[in-house]
């Protein structure tokens, strides 16, 4: 199994690692990637944690030496998308944590709680009552209303917590209105990410171990995919499935990298 992709977007949680533990081979997928001069990015749906936090937890703890320039978050595609739409309108109400709120002030946006354009909700681990009502009446008074990400849950230590997605479901549910969403397995994340490489999408593959939000990203925008069974998916389950990824593999020291 050989490729010609000059880029490579790859998931975090459950394919460069499972969690505090090593995935082993994916440090050396990624080593064999820089080896061969490849594009290496990181696509990932947590909006909560800045790209320098990311790259220096796997620089760190998980044995792959890269910069924050190696990393591309929800946070980060949503401020990319809402600069390209946005003009003159910057206000913007947020739900959500520190990785979000500098990715939209870095753009020039400007943190509000009052007459915003945009009400953004994503993961917030101190999210109050309060917050969400806010976010609710601001949308309902004319706000556009964005979604970071549609994770029902998110894998940690104490098992499967609430994700953005759930929030982001209350506040439709609240709103009844429609979130725009920007995370896997939307393309918006995928054509912000392309942009941000300077590659078309036949160059780039993802990487990735959930068929429903890596893989089915990468179907959405037209991009080749490999989904690896270390972590969500399992064979039995994508075999059902009417799209199959592009190429599959056990793990990924089966990769060969041209």
Known sequence: MSNHYQGYFIDLDGTTY?????????????????????????????????????????????????????????????????????????RVYVVGESGLRTALTAR???????????????????????????????????????????DSNLPNEKGMVPGAGSLVKLVEYATQQQAIMIGKPEKIIMEMALRRVGLDKDDVIMVGDNYHTDIQAAMNVGMDNLLVYTGLSRPAEVAQMAQQPTYTVETLDDWKIE
């Not at 994503?122 to 008074?141: C, F, P």
């Open 18 to 90: 499972k969690g505090t533990d090593r995935i082993p081979a994916a440090a050396r997928f990624i080593s064999r990637l820089q080896r061969a001069g490849k594009r290496v990015l990181f696509v990932t749906n947590n909006s909560t944690r800045t790209p320098e936090f990311v790259a220096n937890n796997l620089t760190q703890n998980h044995n792959i030496q890269v910069g924050p320039e190696n990393v591309y978050t929800t946070a980060l595609a949503t401020a990319d998308y809402l600069d390209q739409q946005a003009g003159q309108h910057r």
């Open 108 to 150: 020039g946006f400007i943190l509000v709680d009052t007459d915003p354009d945009y009400v953004v909700v994503g993961l917030d681990s101190h999210v109050t009552y309060e917050k969400l009502e806010k976010a609710v009446l601001l949308i309902r008074a004319g706000a556009t209303f964005i979604g970071t990400n549609a």
